[in-house]
């Protein structure tokens, strides 16, 4: 699918309007195909496994139901919205349409909500602390954007649901299929159905301080790493028994920079992180141990290798050591598998060609190996 931006670049886009402002694109999609329908949304909004939500407003009355759905009918026609999560980890189609954006880094992905609204329906006027591309699907819908506004009062009409007061639009259109929305973090937004209508939001994620130390805090736990004590050897008779001097207080500053203080470590941590799924993966664990004889054997026979919807992967070539990063793990790679792990990590598809020139090396067999018994990669 090919984005039409006008006579914007991604360059340009991401001078001008990324994290800045929001964008309406209109037909930014040509001849724009739902790669889902909303019955099948409905239907993946039965799992249990699935994240979603019915937010309803009638009379002004709103409300916010949970999945796992057994039944729309209390619903009605009108004035709700379901919103399921993740919706790319399960559908091919919805996946594709984040392949238009990777003018950012994937790791920056995090993944495609879609939403089916009835006429009516939406979530209410509110800010989302990530930016967010909206693709309208089938229907049409009145999306209202405006501007940051410390003066906007916060609102929780529901206890699961926070809103925003009415706000000044610097955006108000109605969108069609294949018309493109860019909100960026903090922008109050308000979309209502018209008709029956789809919504694709390819969302990003932006960790926090916060998430992030306390991730590499855990990874420090789960590693074993940085376990001994403070030391203080050298320590003098203090006359201040009742204060934190500054020589502890430096000390103890040096004990917390030590862990910073370690870029292998750090981009280790950020490699595990960054490719962690936050939804259910539909990973596909071979029944049997497979060994790289039996996975040629399969390649020989047409089938192709792909990796599970929605995986996260990355290579990370400033380490001593390049690494691939998939689903929060690390496979340490040598430099005749940098080829085969930028293949996996692109995600192409790798069938019995591509295999052809990995064979005279075990460390590319064994990668490719782990990776399928991992159930991060599998045949279709
Ligand atoms: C949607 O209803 O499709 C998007 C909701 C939002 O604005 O975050
Ligand atoms: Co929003």
Redesign the pocket.
Known sequence: MKIHLNDLTPELFLEKYWQKQPLIIKAAFADFVDPIEADELAGLAMEDFIESRIVSNNNSQWDVKHGPFTDYSEFGENNW?L?VQAVNNWFEGVDALITPFQFIPNWRIDDV?V?F?TPGG??GP?L?QYD?F?IQGQGKRHWRVGKPDQALEQLLPHEDLKQVSDFQAIIDVITEPGDLLY?PPNHP?D?IAIDNSL?Y?IGFQAPNPQELISGFADYLLDNQLFEQRFNDSARRVTKKPHTLESHDIALLTEVMNSCFNQPELLVDFLGKQLTQVHHTLNLLIPTQELDFQTIEQILAEGEVLSPVLGLKCLVVTDLSHPTLYANGESFEISQHCLELANTLAQKVPIDYAIIESYRQCLKCQQLLAKVINKGLWTFE
């Open positions: 919205t919103l909500m939403s609204s939406g979530v509110h989302d967010v909206i909100i937004h979309g919504n939001s």
